[in-house]
């Protein structure tokens, strides 16, 4: 399976569903954050007609490039390939 790591530079990660398999969350990617401190996480949605969004913690952001992509998006603006 692709990892997070393994997508192209240039695209973006909203919208693309990933699998954390350490958490077992899967959801929309739709922004990041991260303090000095390493302390880090990512918002995601469940559904991306939602307007719900949720938070996922991570020790360090880098964490995030371990998550398996579920579906990739074409452009990066959450529409599907």
């Not at 790591?5 to 699998?19: A, Q």
């Not at 398996?68 to 599907?80: H, L």
Request: charged letters at 30%; a negative charge.
């Amino acid at each position: 399976m692709t990892k997070l790591k393994d997508l192209p530079d240039h695209i973006s990660l909203s919208g693309v569903k990933f699998y954390d398999p350490e958490t077992g969350t899967t959801g929309y990617w739709v922004s990041q954050w991260g303090y000095e401190n390493g302390k880090a996480g990512v918002f995601y949605k469940t559904d991306m007609k939602s307007t719900r969004v949720f938070p996922l913690f991570l020790d360090d952001l880098k964490e995030a490039l371990e998550f398996d992509v579920v579906e990739e998006v074409a452009d990066g603006q959450g529409r599907n390939k």
